[in-house]
């Protein structure tokens, strides 16, 4: 079993920058794939970043440039950077992870941009 907290959502103004965190704990030795999902107001989820454990990244088009992935695999966690958030980034953001072939999600983080 594997278990994801997640960290450092909140309320922002447009144009400002949060920091979410997703600490990884249980039966994991190593995880290959992490990063963070989204669902907005409007129930549209979206892929928002993921990382594999080499570091190899990619990001919706949406938040490419503003968002940046980072992974430390020492304490099997994943960061997202957020810089100059928009009022569309307000959503849920939820992590996952992929040990190996099953997906563990955390309980999700409220992101709140202000215009």
């Known amino acids: 079993q594997v278990q994801l907290v997640e960290s450092g959502g909140g309320l922002v103004q447009a144009g400002g920058s949060l920091r979410l965190s997703c600490a990884a704990s249980?039966?994991?030795?190593?995880?290959?794939?992490m990063g963070w999902y989204r669902q907005t107001p409007e129930n549209e989820r979206e892929l928002v970043a993921r990382i594999t454990r080499g570091g190899s990244s990619d990001y919706a088009r949406s938040v490419k440039g503003r968002f940046t992935i980072s992974r430390d695999n020492a304490k099997n966690t994943v960061y997202l950077q957020m810089n100059s958030l928009k009022p569309e980034d307000t959503a849920v953001y939820y992590c996952y992870a992929v040990p190996t072939s099953n997906v563990y999600w955390g309980q999700g983080t409220q992101v709140t941009v202000s215009s």
């Open positions: 249980g039966s994991i030795s190593s995880i290959n794939f």
